[in-house]
T-cell receptor, first 121, second 108 residues
Framework: QVQLVQSGAEVKKPGASVKVSCKAL????????MHWVRQAPGQGLEWMGM????????VYAQKFQDRVTMTREKSTNTVYMELSSLRSDDTAVFYC??????????????WGQGTLIGVSS | SSELTQDPAVSVALGQTVTITCQGD??????ATWYQQKPGQAPLVVIY???SRPSGIPDRFSGSSSGNTASLTITGAQAEDEADYYC???????????FGGGTKLTVV
């Protein structure tokens, strides 16, 4: 069955970077784009960007364009999201989510368990 | 515009019908997908496309769209439907996704 397994929680200092991993299991890694979604405590979902694991191409939300890098490692079926220049308001749960195209709609049909990143001095 | 707008909170009496709406220019072009999120859990797709439900989603959930507005309707709301609901679609360029701000549904 499809599973997305994310790396564990971390605490970082302001100005640092964090790299979160998402290992895909149970399907062909290169046939679905992977997205990253941020959710600050008590707040809504925020789309950060996506990567095509087949070729490594990326599309980022304008808000994160200057600070986010998404990569993949095909040999281990893993995607990574690195966020730099962390601020306290980056404290959030970060989810990876696989997409599928159904009826011309892009749906995020499987999600990782989420990774809590805390930013504090 | 790349924004999707939702009412922050809606309430419904147990067993009654409630509609949650999502407005945005991109909805004139692209379908909305609706996600349900309960505390401490990852979001779950409840409606996608014109009006389709993934396997396992009760048929009391339905979707519709008109102009720049997408709607999620729950007919006969149950206590377990109490959750946050988010709409999601492509932005007007088609290159990026965007989420609405979410609607907190309370079943009273």
């Amino acid at each position: 069955q499809v599973q997305l397994v994310q790396s564990g929680a971390e605490v970082k200092k302001p100005g640092a970077s964090v790299k979160v991993s998402c290992k895909a299991l149970g399907y062909t890694f290169t046939t679905h784009h992977m997205h990253w979604v941020r959710q600050a405590p008590g707040q809504g979902l925020e789309w950060m960007g996506m990567i095509d694991p087949s070729v490594g191409s990326t599309v980022y939300a304008q808000k994160f364009q200057d600070r986010v890098t998404m990569t993949r490692e095909k040999s281990t079926n893993t995607v990574y999201m690195e966020l730099s220049s962390l601020r306290s308001d980056d404290t959030a749960v970060f989810y990876c989510a696989r997409d599928s195209i159904r009826e011309a709609a892009t749906i995020l049909d499987f999600w990782g368990q989420g990774t809590l990143i805390g930013v504090s001095s | 515009s790349s924004e999707l707008t939702q009412d922050p909170a809606v309430s419904v009496a147990l067993g009654q019908t409630v509609t949650i709406t999502c407005q945005g220019d991109s909805l004139r072009i692209y379908y909305a997908t609706w996600y349900q999120q309960k505390p401490g859990q990852a979001p779950l797709v409840v409606i996608y496309g014109e009006n389709s439900r993934p396997s396992g989603i009760p048929d009391r959930f339905s979707g519709s769209s008109s102009g720049n507005t997408a709607s999620l309707t729950i007919t006969g709301a149950q206590a377990e439907d109490e959750a946050d609901y988010y709409c999601n679609s492509r932005d007007i360029s088609g290159n990026r996704l965007v989420f609405g701000g979410g609607t907190k549904l309370t079943v009273v």
